[in-house]
């Protein structure tokens, strides 16, 4: 963490400071930015200022799990014992000597609309807002610019693995057409260990992914094991959703990609007028970002899926894209930054300079007949890419990006 720049962001967002609050690591951001290998057992408070040094209040019986703390951090300490004592020592801790409102920052977010933030109980929040009269703000966004934000070795690592990605999706697709035309019996399950062993060759963690076809791709989570999985075979959409990062480097970040493919030799119409519409939405996501952050103007999270969504929902297919249109990348593959999201929560988080994130809306329709055949096969596309948030606009990162439906039979 980068003590001089979440204040510098304090003084500009007119707070106080930052009160980082844990017990029993029920806040892993404040166990994160205060450089601790676990929360401890009892309750703790950091408190950065928006000016000065950071200074903490602690358990009588846990003060040493504190020195292995950043030196930037390693302000005051004071203690408490009782649970009167700690409430009675909040005021001194944050410097609200009365004299007027504190604005302070805490891991809250207003009627839970990113959950990923709301780290403090009710309880809590009650006991600083009553001991000490602040004001409590959401840290949101400060949390993923000390966080999420990436280095450039963690960026550098991802371009790798979207190479690496991109590689061992196309042998995939060039395995499933070779066994298909030889005649061999393949399944989901088969192509998910091919993967995982592309995936070793080429260097990376050799992580399970997705397979599926046909109404399997419709569930968006739907995951092939050794027990359940369906075979591959000439008629079928499959869909491809694969993700790793580089073995053995400590920078490593993933990276996250879904493309949908047809074993034949001419992709149905139907099918491809969905993609179509699936790209459409894709694109119209990249495109919002960059018109918004070329103004000059701050995006955030919730604005990019309505971008996404809104060409889905006019397209007709509103009530099958189920999902966000995209998460945090990082050194995880679901991380700590922005969503794109404004279906399952409001993310109101800023795409920050430095943090990635995907985007990858679907259309999911497990009765389609998208090929007219007797029975309906049932049909999940979704289209998925990675972008990497710079000043003034963003990077695909994922290039080149699927720009139709590979026939794998042609």
């Known amino acids: ?9 304090l003084r500009g967002q007119g707070l106080d400071g930052w009160l980082l609050y844990n017990f029993r690591d029920l806040n892993p951001i404040a166990v994160a930015v205060a450089g601790l290998a676990h929360g401890g057992s009892r309750r703790w408070f950091l408190w950065i200022p928006a000016q000065g040094e950071a200074r903490r209040l602690v358990h009588a019986i846990e003060g040493h799990m504190f020195g292995e703390m950043p030196a930037e951090l390693q302000g005051p300490e004071m203690r ?3 649970w ?6 909040l005021p001194q801790l944050i410097g609200a000597d009365g004299s007027r409102q504190l604005r302070i920052a805490m891991e809250y977010s207003p009627g839970n609309a990113i959950p990923f933030i709301s ?4 309880g809590i929040k009650e006991v600083v807002e009553q001991a000490t009269g602040a004001a409590i703000h959401t840290s949101a966004d400060l949390a993923q610019m000390v966080l999420a934000v990436l280095s450039e ?17 196309d042998r995939a697709f060039d395995y499933i057409g070779k066994q298909l035309r030889a005649g061999v019996s393949l399944t989901e399950y088969a192509v998910q260990e091919y993967i995982k062993q592309q995936f070793s060759d080429l260097g990376m963690e050799p992580l399970p992914c997705i397979v599926a076809v046909n109404a399997n ?8 094991s050794a027990k359940q999985h369906s075979p591959i075979r000439e008629g079928d959409m499959v869909l491809i959703d694969l993700w790793s990062k580089e073995r053995d480097n400590l920078d490593a970040s993933m990276a996250d990609l879904t493309w949908t493919a047809y074993c034949g030799r001419e992709v149905p119409a139907k099918a491809l007028a969905v993609y179509e519409v699936v790209a459409a939405g894709r694109d119209a996501a990249v495109a919002y970002v960059q018109t918004q952050m070329a103004a000059g103007h701050t995006v955030h999270g919730h604005e990019v899926d309505q971008a996404t969504r809104k060409v889905i929902a006019d397209a007709g297919y509103g009530p099958y894209f189920i999902h966000r249109t995209g998460h945090s990348l990082g050194p995880t593959g679901h991380y700590l930054g922005a969503n794109i999201d404004d279906l ?8 920050l300079p430095g943090i990635m994130f995907t985007v990858e809306p679907g259309i999911y329709m497990p009765e389609f007949n998208f090929d007219d055949s007797p029975v309906a096969k049932g049909l999940g596309i979704r289209s998925e890419i990675n972008c990497a948030v710079h000043a003034g606009g963003i990077e695909v990162t994922t290039l080149p990006i699927q720009s139709g439906v590979r026939a794998l039979l042609a």
Do not use: G, W
């Open 1 to 9: 963490m980068n003590l001089s720049e979440v204040q510098a962001y």
């Open 80 to 82: 408490y014992v009782s």
């Open 84 to 89: 009167q004592e700690m409430a009675e020592k």
């Open 119 to 122: 780290r403090i109980d009710a």
């Open 153 to 169: 070795a963690q960026l550098a690592s991802h371009r790798r693995a979207a190479d690496a990605c991109l590689e061992a999706k």
């Open 217 to 224: 791709a419709a569930d968006p989570h739907y995951f092939p």
């Open 344 to 351: 399952e929560t409001q993310d109101q988080r800023a795409l």
